[in-house]
T-cell receptor, first 115, second 115 residues
Framework: AQTVTQSQPEMSVQEAETVTLSCTYD???????LFWYKQPPSRQMILVIR??????QNATENRFSVNFQKAAKSFSLKISDSQLGDAAMYFC????????????FGPGTSLSVIP | GAGVSQSPSNKVTEKGKDVELRCDPI?????LYWYRQRLGQGLEFLIY????????KSGLPSDRFSAERTGESVSTLTIQRTQQEDSAVYLC???FGLGGTGELFFGEGSRLTVL
């Protein structure tokens, strides 16, 4: 069974600085999706960024980028130029590409942004 | 509506009562998920529906929990004889099945408090 691990329960970053959140996963599949979701205090979960495992290029979305290391089964999220609105819980998630499997979430990392 | 809709947004009940939570997914989404999130914790998978296939009920914590879905539309999560440990936010998410981007779209959740 697939598992997702986030080893950093809490992180903090100074405003305008860069922070990296870690995620590792375990799977025997060769193709899959990986996601980072953000959950602000308002609790609505929203997608930050997604990566398809067959793609070599790391995904980027504005200030958010990932470092996808398929062989190491690692999927870290880098937030550049951190803003106060980035403060939230961040969840790493894994999904099989075939649409017939449940989505597995990591335990989350709570990110604080210091003004 | 355009997004995933959940009701009620807040529910306070007495121990031993039954509760029913509702989720209205995005139109056209064949996959629907229920997760439980206790205060300050990650997402705990409960149940997954994919089209007309048999649901994956492997995450339901006890036989007091059940869920139904009518075709590819509304789902209800029922908790019988509620206990204080059932207090949590119950999140619903939907997505496309095969051929989709894999992204989950979340509702705002139903916060259940069992007194």
């Amino acid at each position: 069974a697939q598992t997702v691990t986030q080893s950093q329960p809490e992180m903090s970053v100074q405003e305008a600085e860069t922070v990296t959140l870690s995620c590792t996963y375990d799977t025997s599949e060769s193709d899959y999706y990986l996601f980072w979701y953000k959950q602000p205090p308002s609790r609505q979960m929203i997608l930050v960024i997604r990566q398809e495992a067959y793609k070599q290029q790391n995904a980027t979305e504005n200030r958010f980028s990932v470092n996808f290391q398929k062989a190491a089964k690692s999927f870290s999220l880098k937030i550049s130029d951190s803003q106060l609105g980035d403060a939230a819980m961040y969840f790493c998630a894994y999904r099989s590409p075939f649409g017939g499997d449940k989505v597995i979430f990591g335990p989350g990392t709570s990110l604080s942004v210091i003004p | 509506g355009a997004g995933v809709s959940q009701s009620p947004s807040n529910k306070v009940t007495e121990k031993g009562k039954d509760v029913e939570l509702r989720c209205d997914p995005i139109s056209g989404h064949t996959a629907l998920y229920w997760y439980r999130q206790r205060l300050g914790q990650g997402l705990e998978f409960l149940i997954y529906f994919q089209g007309n296939s048999a649901p994956d009920k492997s995450g339901l914590p006890s036989d007091r929990f059940s869920a139904e879905r009518t075709g590819e539309s509304v789902s209800t999560l029922t908790i019988q004889r509620t206990q204080q440990e059932d207090s949590a936010v119950y999140l619903c998410a939907s997505s496309f099945g095969l051929g989709g981007t894999g992204e989950l779209f979340f509702g705002e959740g139903s916060r259940l408090t069992v007194l």
